[in-house]
């Protein structure tokens, strides 16, 4: 029996690697999802070049990006549960 829970938790930790692999791979870059939340409000990003977090004007529940693009550069504030708030920057 005492085989039996060795044997478990050697499986266990094993598996361990290919869960954290596998959940790496499944996240997205950060400029991918900023740049489709505005494509899908109406805003051009062809080619998103970054995404750099906007530390200080984020708030709680309010994250701040600057986002490049290759024919803009956009501010976007994401709130959940609401569309983007997006300002064009020059």
Known sequence: MMFRKYQFGAIL???VPVATALSASAQEDPKSIVADQIREQGYACSSPKSAKHDEQASKPDEEV????????TYRVRLIPDMGARVEKLD
């Open 13 to 15: 930790l094993s598996l």
């Open 65 to 72: 990006w600057i986002l490049e693009c290759e024919n803009a």
